[in-house]
Protein backbone atom coordinates (compact mmCIF):
# COMPACT_ATOMS: atom_id res chain seq x y z
CA UNK A 1 0.00 0.00 0.00
CA UNK A 2 1.36 3.23 -0.98
CA UNK A 3 2.31 6.16 1.12
CA UNK A 4 -0.97 8.40 1.44
CA UNK A 5 -0.60 12.33 -0.38
CA UNK A 6 -1.28 13.51 3.38
CA UNK A 7 1.75 11.79 4.72
CA UNK A 8 4.10 12.79 1.24
CA UNK A 9 3.57 16.49 2.22
CA UNK A 10 4.50 16.17 5.67
CA UNK A 11 8.18 14.67 4.69
CA UNK A 12 9.86 17.59 3.14
CA UNK A 13 9.22 19.98 6.28
CA UNK A 14 10.46 16.78 9.01
CA UNK A 15 13.58 16.05 7.09
CA UNK A 16 14.49 19.87 7.08
CA UNK A 17 15.50 20.29 10.82
CA UNK A 18 17.89 17.01 10.28
CA UNK A 19 19.52 18.84 7.54
CA UNK A 20 19.89 21.68 9.61
CA UNK A 21 21.16 19.43 12.70
CA UNK A 22 23.88 18.30 10.05
CA UNK A 23 24.60 21.70 9.54
CA UNK A 24 24.96 22.51 13.03
CA UNK A 25 27.20 19.37 13.40
CA UNK A 26 29.68 20.05 10.67
CA UNK A 27 30.49 23.57 11.93
CA UNK A 28 30.68 21.76 15.39
CA UNK A 29 33.49 19.83 13.92
CA UNK A 30 34.88 22.40 12.47
CA UNK A 31 34.93 24.46 15.19
CA UNK A 32 34.95 23.01 18.65
CA UNK A 33 35.07 25.68 20.46
CA UNK A 34 31.34 26.51 20.04
CA UNK A 35 28.83 26.07 22.17
CA UNK A 36 26.14 24.13 19.85
CA UNK A 37 25.95 20.41 22.12
CA UNK A 38 22.90 21.68 23.62
CA UNK A 39 21.61 23.34 20.42
CA UNK A 40 22.13 20.03 18.97
CA UNK A 41 20.15 18.11 21.51
CA UNK A 42 17.49 20.33 21.51
CA UNK A 43 16.55 20.33 17.86
CA UNK A 44 16.86 16.46 18.27
CA UNK A 45 14.37 16.45 20.56
CA UNK A 46 12.23 18.69 18.28
CA UNK A 47 12.70 16.18 15.59
CA UNK A 48 11.33 13.53 17.73
CA UNK A 49 8.43 15.22 18.44
CA UNK A 50 8.12 16.41 15.10
CA UNK A 51 8.13 12.03 14.00
CA UNK A 52 4.19 12.64 15.61
CA UNK A 53 3.70 14.05 11.61
CA UNK A 54 4.61 10.53 10.14
CA UNK A 55 3.88 8.19 12.58
CA UNK A 56 0.13 6.82 12.14
CA UNK A 57 -0.69 3.28 13.87
CA UNK A 58 -3.98 1.58 13.35
CA UNK A 59 -6.51 1.96 16.15
CA UNK A 60 -5.97 -1.65 17.60
CA UNK A 61 -3.98 -0.60 20.94
CA UNK A 62 -4.84 2.53 22.65
CA UNK A 63 -1.14 3.02 24.15
CA UNK A 64 0.06 2.00 20.55
CA UNK A 65 -2.26 4.52 18.86
CA UNK A 66 -0.94 7.50 21.09
CA UNK A 67 2.50 7.01 21.30
CA UNK A 68 2.83 9.83 18.28
CA UNK A 69 1.03 12.04 20.51
CA UNK A 70 3.51 11.24 23.84
CA UNK A 71 6.06 12.00 21.36
CA UNK A 72 4.73 15.01 20.69
CA UNK A 73 4.34 16.45 24.40
CA UNK A 74 7.54 14.98 25.77
CA UNK A 75 10.03 16.02 22.81
CA UNK A 76 9.04 19.92 23.44
CA UNK A 77 9.27 20.03 26.94
CA UNK A 78 12.86 18.20 26.64
CA UNK A 79 13.78 20.50 23.88
CA UNK A 80 13.23 23.63 26.24
CA UNK A 81 14.62 22.30 29.17
CA UNK A 82 18.12 21.98 27.09
CA UNK A 83 18.05 25.24 25.59
CA UNK A 84 16.85 26.21 29.39
CA UNK A 85 20.61 24.53 30.47
CA UNK A 86 22.55 25.93 27.51
CA UNK A 87 25.99 27.52 28.69
CA UNK A 88 27.72 29.61 26.88
CA UNK A 89 31.54 29.05 25.93
CA UNK A 90 32.81 31.41 28.89
CA UNK A 91 30.91 28.67 31.23
CA UNK A 92 31.00 25.66 29.41
CA UNK A 93 33.44 23.65 32.31
CA UNK A 94 30.84 24.71 34.83
CA UNK A 95 29.30 21.34 35.44
CA UNK A 96 25.62 21.46 35.11
CA UNK A 97 23.62 20.22 38.50
CA UNK A 98 22.73 16.76 37.00
CA UNK A 99 20.98 15.30 40.13
CA UNK A 100 18.75 18.41 40.25
CA UNK A 101 17.75 18.29 37.27
CA UNK A 102 16.89 14.95 36.53
CA UNK A 103 14.72 15.10 39.67
CA UNK A 104 12.97 18.05 38.79
CA UNK A 105 12.40 16.80 35.43
CA UNK A 106 10.69 13.52 36.23
CA UNK A 107 7.49 15.12 37.05
CA UNK A 108 6.99 17.51 34.53
CA UNK A 109 8.01 14.20 32.13
CA UNK A 110 5.21 12.29 34.10
CA UNK A 111 2.50 14.99 33.91
CA UNK A 112 3.41 15.05 29.77
CA UNK A 113 3.37 11.04 29.03
CA UNK A 114 -0.22 10.68 31.07
CA UNK A 115 -1.41 14.06 29.28
CA UNK A 116 0.03 12.28 25.90
CA UNK A 117 -2.16 9.21 26.70
CA UNK A 118 -5.14 11.15 27.59
CA UNK A 119 -5.42 10.04 31.04
CA UNK A 120 -8.02 12.39 32.17
CA UNK A 121 -8.16 11.84 36.17
CA UNK A 122 -7.45 15.26 38.32
CA UNK A 123 -6.50 13.30 41.25
CA UNK A 124 -3.66 12.45 39.25
CA UNK A 125 -2.86 15.16 38.15
CA UNK A 126 -3.25 17.01 41.19
CA UNK A 127 -0.54 14.29 43.09
CA UNK A 128 2.06 14.73 40.61
CA UNK A 129 2.42 18.50 40.82
CA UNK A 130 2.11 18.42 44.35
CA UNK A 131 5.27 15.80 44.21
CA UNK A 132 6.99 18.32 41.67
CA UNK A 133 6.35 21.31 44.10
CA UNK A 134 7.57 19.20 46.92
CA UNK A 135 11.10 17.96 45.00
CA UNK A 136 11.81 21.16 43.48
CA UNK A 137 11.83 22.86 47.26
CA UNK A 138 13.59 19.43 49.06
CA UNK A 139 16.44 19.52 46.00
CA UNK A 140 17.01 23.85 46.43
CA UNK A 141 17.24 23.07 50.02
CA UNK A 142 19.45 20.43 49.84
CA UNK A 143 21.46 22.25 46.97
CA UNK A 144 21.69 25.49 49.16
CA UNK A 145 20.48 27.37 46.59
CA UNK A 146 18.27 27.49 43.57
CA UNK A 147 15.17 28.64 45.85
CA UNK A 148 13.96 31.66 43.90
CA UNK A 149 13.84 28.96 40.99
CA UNK A 150 12.08 26.27 43.19
CA UNK A 151 9.16 28.95 44.52
CA UNK A 152 9.10 30.36 40.98
CA UNK A 153 8.54 26.43 39.46
CA UNK A 154 6.17 25.64 42.13
CA UNK A 155 3.82 28.12 41.82
CA UNK A 156 4.00 27.25 38.05
CA UNK A 157 3.36 23.63 39.22
CA UNK A 158 0.29 25.17 41.53
CA UNK A 159 -1.49 26.61 38.45
CA UNK A 160 -0.97 23.71 36.66
CA UNK A 161 -2.44 21.28 39.14
CA UNK A 162 -5.50 23.67 39.64
CA UNK A 163 -6.34 23.84 36.05
CA UNK A 164 -6.37 20.20 36.21
CA UNK A 165 -8.32 20.08 39.13
CA UNK A 166 -10.76 21.62 37.39
CA UNK A 167 -10.69 19.28 34.29
CA UNK A 168 -8.96 21.78 32.03
CA UNK A 169 -6.45 19.17 31.31
CA UNK A 170 -4.98 20.48 27.81
CA UNK A 171 -4.51 24.13 29.67
CA UNK A 172 -2.46 23.09 32.82
CA UNK A 173 -0.48 20.95 29.72
CA UNK A 174 0.54 23.53 27.89
CA UNK A 175 0.15 26.27 30.75
CA UNK A 176 3.84 23.90 31.54
CA UNK A 177 4.84 24.41 27.92
CA UNK A 178 4.70 27.69 28.23
CA UNK A 179 6.48 27.84 31.46
CA UNK A 180 9.45 25.64 30.12
CA UNK A 181 9.73 27.74 27.29
CA UNK A 182 9.82 31.17 29.43
CA UNK A 183 12.53 29.70 31.27
CA UNK A 184 14.42 29.03 28.26
CA UNK A 185 14.18 32.50 27.16
CA UNK A 186 15.41 34.04 30.40
CA UNK A 187 18.38 31.42 29.93
CA UNK A 188 18.96 32.16 26.78
CA UNK A 189 18.81 36.46 27.10
CA UNK A 190 22.09 35.97 29.68
CA UNK A 191 23.93 33.20 28.47
CA UNK A 192 23.44 34.36 24.19
CA UNK A 193 26.19 37.28 23.16
CA UNK A 194 24.10 40.82 23.66
CA UNK A 195 22.85 42.97 20.93
CA UNK A 196 23.15 40.41 18.01
CA UNK A 197 21.10 39.41 15.68
CA UNK A 198 21.14 36.13 15.85
CA UNK A 199 19.96 36.24 20.10
CA UNK A 200 17.24 38.04 18.77
CA UNK A 201 16.22 36.00 16.30
CA UNK A 202 16.24 32.80 18.56
CA UNK A 203 14.33 35.00 21.29
CA UNK A 204 11.68 36.34 19.53
CA UNK A 205 11.10 32.15 17.76
CA UNK A 206 10.96 31.03 21.13
CA UNK A 207 8.74 33.95 22.37
CA UNK A 208 6.34 33.15 19.59
CA UNK A 209 6.33 29.32 20.55
CA UNK A 210 5.61 30.13 23.98
CA UNK A 211 2.68 32.40 22.90
CA UNK A 212 1.56 29.53 20.68
CA UNK A 213 1.64 26.76 23.95
CA UNK A 214 -0.77 29.45 26.51
CA UNK A 215 -3.26 30.32 23.42
CA UNK A 216 -3.27 26.78 22.32
CA UNK A 217 -6.29 25.85 24.31
CA UNK A 218 -8.67 28.69 22.72
CA UNK A 219 -7.20 27.66 19.42
CA UNK A 220 -8.39 23.86 19.72
CA UNK A 221 -11.48 25.02 20.85
CA UNK A 222 -11.39 27.25 17.63
CA UNK A 223 -11.00 24.70 14.45
CA UNK A 224 -10.17 27.61 11.80
CA UNK A 225 -7.48 28.84 14.00
CA UNK A 226 -5.95 25.54 14.19
CA UNK A 227 -3.93 25.47 10.82
CA UNK A 228 -2.98 29.17 10.96
CA UNK A 229 -1.57 27.88 14.54
CA UNK A 230 0.47 25.02 13.39
CA UNK A 231 1.91 26.31 10.46
CA UNK A 232 3.44 29.67 12.97
CA UNK A 233 4.93 26.77 15.00
CA UNK A 234 6.22 24.78 12.38
CA UNK A 235 7.56 28.23 11.13
CA UNK A 236 9.29 29.28 14.33
CA UNK A 237 11.51 26.00 14.44
CA UNK A 238 13.03 27.09 11.29
CA UNK A 239 13.62 30.16 12.68
CA UNK A 240 15.11 28.88 15.74
CA UNK A 241 17.60 26.90 13.76
CA UNK A 242 18.26 30.37 11.48
CA UNK A 243 19.20 32.28 14.85
CA UNK A 244 21.49 29.59 16.45
CA UNK A 245 23.25 29.87 12.94
CA UNK A 246 23.62 33.40 12.54
CA UNK A 247 24.95 33.37 16.69
CA UNK A 248 27.23 31.03 15.33
CA UNK A 249 28.51 33.65 12.42
CA UNK A 250 28.25 36.76 14.43
CA UNK A 251 30.55 34.59 17.50
CA UNK A 252 33.02 33.68 14.67
CA UNK A 253 33.31 37.02 13.00
CA UNK A 254 33.86 38.60 16.64
CA UNK A 255 36.00 36.37 17.31
CA UNK A 256 38.10 37.02 14.12
CA UNK A 257 37.92 40.62 14.92
CA UNK A 258 39.24 40.18 18.66
CA UNK A 259 42.01 38.47 17.16
CA UNK A 260 43.07 41.07 14.71
CA UNK A 261 43.29 43.60 17.84
CA UNK A 262 44.77 41.43 20.67
CA UNK A 263 47.71 39.40 21.34
CA UNK A 264 47.06 35.32 21.39
CA UNK A 265 48.84 34.49 24.31
CA UNK A 266 48.15 37.29 26.65
CA UNK A 267 45.23 38.89 25.27
CA UNK A 268 46.26 42.07 25.58
CA UNK A 269 45.71 44.67 22.67
CA UNK A 270 48.87 44.52 19.66
CA UNK A 271 50.18 46.74 18.03
CA UNK A 272 47.55 47.82 15.89
CA UNK A 273 44.81 48.30 18.82
CA UNK A 274 47.50 50.15 20.49
CA UNK A 275 48.26 53.12 17.90
CA UNK A 276 44.24 53.65 17.69
CA UNK A 277 44.31 54.25 21.32
CA UNK A 278 47.22 56.19 21.44
CA UNK A 279 46.29 58.29 19.03
CA UNK A 280 43.05 59.00 20.96
CA UNK A 281 45.02 59.54 24.25
CA UNK A 282 46.72 61.68 22.60
CA UNK A 283 43.71 63.73 20.40
CA UNK A 284 41.51 63.95 23.91
CA UNK A 285 44.88 65.59 26.07
CA UNK A 286 45.39 68.04 22.73
CA UNK A 287 41.34 68.49 23.88
CA UNK A 288 41.88 69.15 27.77
CA UNK A 289 45.27 70.00 28.03
CA UNK A 290 46.16 67.24 30.09
CA UNK A 291 49.32 65.00 30.36
CA UNK A 292 49.67 61.96 28.74
CA UNK A 293 52.56 59.19 29.96
CA UNK A 294 53.67 56.35 27.84
CA UNK A 295 55.75 53.82 29.44
CA UNK A 296 58.01 51.21 27.44
CA UNK A 297 59.00 48.03 29.59
CA UNK A 298 61.19 45.30 28.40
CA UNK A 299 61.37 42.56 30.35
CA UNK A 300 65.36 41.37 32.24
CA UNK A 301 66.11 37.63 32.40
CA UNK A 302 63.12 36.75 30.01
CA UNK A 303 65.62 35.35 27.51
CA UNK A 304 67.26 32.71 29.79
CA UNK A 305 63.81 31.38 31.75
CA UNK A 306 62.89 30.45 28.14
CA UNK A 307 66.38 29.03 26.86
CA UNK A 308 66.61 26.87 30.47
CA UNK A 309 62.88 26.03 31.18
CA UNK A 310 60.97 26.04 27.42
CA UNK A 311 58.59 28.16 25.64
CA UNK A 312 55.90 26.90 28.06
CA UNK A 313 56.95 28.55 30.63
CA UNK A 314 58.02 31.56 28.71
CA UNK A 315 54.67 31.98 27.63
CA UNK A 316 53.58 31.25 31.88
CA UNK A 317 55.43 34.93 32.63
CA UNK A 318 54.36 36.58 29.52
CA UNK A 319 50.73 35.95 30.86
CA UNK A 320 51.86 36.31 34.62
CA UNK A 321 53.76 39.69 34.08
CA UNK A 322 50.52 40.97 31.58
CA UNK A 323 48.05 40.03 34.46
CA UNK A 324 50.69 41.57 37.25
CA UNK A 325 51.03 44.65 35.51
CA UNK A 326 47.24 45.46 34.29
CA UNK A 327 46.31 44.97 38.43
CA UNK A 328 48.26 48.13 39.05
CA UNK A 329 45.97 50.24 36.17
CA UNK A 330 43.41 52.33 36.53
CA UNK A 331 40.44 51.61 34.31
CA UNK A 332 41.44 54.60 31.46
CA UNK A 333 44.91 53.21 31.07
CA UNK A 334 46.39 51.26 28.40
CA UNK A 335 48.36 48.01 28.78
CA UNK A 336 49.46 46.28 25.01
CA UNK A 337 51.91 43.83 24.18
CA UNK A 338 54.34 44.78 21.36
CA UNK A 339 55.80 41.27 20.83
CA UNK A 340 58.76 38.87 22.67
CA UNK A 341 59.16 40.60 26.09
CA UNK A 342 58.21 44.08 24.72
CA UNK A 343 55.04 45.76 26.74
CA UNK A 344 53.66 49.60 26.65
CA UNK A 345 51.56 51.37 28.92
CA UNK A 346 49.21 54.20 27.91
CA UNK A 347 48.37 56.56 31.08
CA UNK A 348 45.74 59.62 30.55
CA UNK A 349 45.35 59.74 34.33
CA UNK A 350 48.75 61.05 35.67
CA UNK A 351 49.09 64.33 36.22
CA UNK A 352 52.19 65.14 37.89
CA UNK A 353 56.00 63.83 37.90
CA UNK A 354 55.29 62.23 41.12
CA UNK A 355 52.37 60.48 40.03
CA UNK A 356 54.75 59.33 36.91
CA UNK A 357 57.50 57.55 40.01
CA UNK A 358 54.78 55.87 41.89
CA UNK A 359 53.24 53.88 39.26
CA UNK A 360 56.72 52.88 37.97
CA UNK A 361 57.55 51.88 41.48
CA UNK A 362 54.49 49.85 41.68
CA UNK A 363 55.20 48.24 38.32
CA UNK A 364 58.43 47.46 39.44
CA UNK A 365 57.65 46.21 42.69
CA UNK A 366 55.08 43.88 40.86
CA UNK A 367 57.46 41.78 38.69
CA UNK A 368 60.00 41.66 41.21
CA UNK A 369 57.60 38.92 42.90
CA UNK A 370 58.85 36.06 42.36
CA UNK A 371 57.03 33.84 39.30
CA UNK A 372 55.58 30.14 40.19
CA UNK A 373 55.92 27.47 37.74
CA UNK A 374 56.00 23.97 37.83
CA UNK A 375 57.58 23.63 41.32
CA UNK A 376 60.26 26.35 40.41
CA UNK A 377 60.66 30.22 41.39
CA UNK A 378 61.52 31.96 38.63
CA UNK A 379 62.45 35.78 38.64
CA UNK A 380 61.71 38.05 36.88
CA UNK A 381 62.09 42.07 36.18
CA UNK A 382 62.18 45.12 33.79
CA UNK A 383 63.18 48.05 32.51
CA UNK A 384 61.22 51.25 32.30
CA UNK A 385 61.43 53.71 29.51
CA UNK A 386 59.16 56.50 30.20
CA UNK A 387 57.64 59.61 27.23
CA UNK A 388 55.40 62.57 28.36
CA UNK A 389 52.95 64.67 25.81
CA UNK A 390 53.49 67.05 25.29
CA UNK A 391 56.57 67.79 27.68
CA UNK A 392 58.86 65.03 25.35
CA UNK A 393 57.09 66.34 21.99
CA UNK A 394 58.95 68.90 19.44
CA UNK A 395 57.07 70.71 17.17
CA UNK A 396 59.02 68.84 14.43
CA UNK A 397 56.82 65.99 15.61
CA UNK A 398 53.67 67.28 15.80
CA UNK A 399 52.40 65.22 13.02
CA UNK A 400 53.22 61.67 14.79
CA UNK A 401 52.98 62.54 18.64
CA UNK A 402 52.69 58.94 18.71
CA UNK A 403 55.31 57.34 17.14
CA UNK A 404 57.54 60.06 18.68
CA UNK A 405 56.42 59.10 21.89
CA UNK A 406 57.06 55.56 21.28
CA UNK A 407 61.07 56.32 20.18
CA UNK A 408 61.94 58.67 22.58
CA UNK A 409 60.41 55.81 25.27
CA UNK A 410 62.57 52.82 23.65
CA UNK A 411 65.43 55.38 23.16
CA UNK A 412 65.15 55.93 27.33
CA UNK A 413 64.41 52.00 27.90
CA UNK A 414 67.89 51.22 25.80
CA UNK A 415 69.99 53.85 27.54
CA UNK A 416 68.99 52.36 31.14
CA UNK A 417 69.42 48.64 29.85
CA UNK A 418 73.13 50.13 28.80
CA UNK A 419 73.45 51.56 32.10
CA UNK A 420 72.36 48.53 34.21
CA UNK A 421 74.80 46.02 31.86
CA UNK A 422 77.96 48.97 32.53
CA UNK A 423 76.61 48.78 36.46
CA UNK A 424 77.27 45.33 36.65
CA UNK A 425 80.08 45.24 34.58
CA UNK A 426 82.39 47.86 36.27
CA UNK A 427 81.21 45.96 39.83
CA UNK A 428 82.65 42.65 38.23
CA UNK A 429 86.13 44.15 37.31
CA UNK A 430 85.71 45.68 40.54
CA UNK A 431 85.71 42.67 42.44
CA UNK A 432 88.25 40.64 39.96
CA UNK A 433 90.63 43.55 40.87
CA UNK A 434 89.93 42.69 44.45
CA UNK A 435 90.46 39.14 44.37
CA UNK A 436 93.80 39.59 42.14
Known sequence: MGLSSDLLAKIPNVLAMPILIGLLSLLRRRHPTLATRSWLLALTFIVIAQLELLISFHPRNRWILLFPHVLLVVGQILAAITLACHQPVS????????????????????????????????????????????MLIATSLWRRKYLRR??????????????????HFRGAQ???????????IINLRTSLPQRTLGRSTMLASLGVCAT??????????????????????????????????????????DSTQ????????????????????????????????????????????????????GHAAGDFVLVE???RMAAQLQPGDTLARLGGDEFVIVCP????????????????????EPIHFAGLELAIGGTFGCATYPEDVSSKDLNRIGPSLLHIADTRMYSRKSARVDNRNNIAIHEGSQIS
Open 91 to 134: RRNEPIDVPFLVLNTLPLLVFSTIYGYYILVPSVYLAICVAAIV
Open 150 to 167: ALVGSLCYAIAGVLAYTL
Open 258 to 309: WLALHDQLTGLPNRRLLDDRLEAAIEAARYTGASLTLFLIDLNGFKAINDTY
Open 174 to 184: YWLLFCVFVLA
Open 212 to 253: IFILHPLVFSRPYWQPFSLQAWELQKFFLCIGMLLVLLEDQV
Open 349 to 368: SLSTPSHVLQLEARLQNSLG
Open 321 to 323: VGH
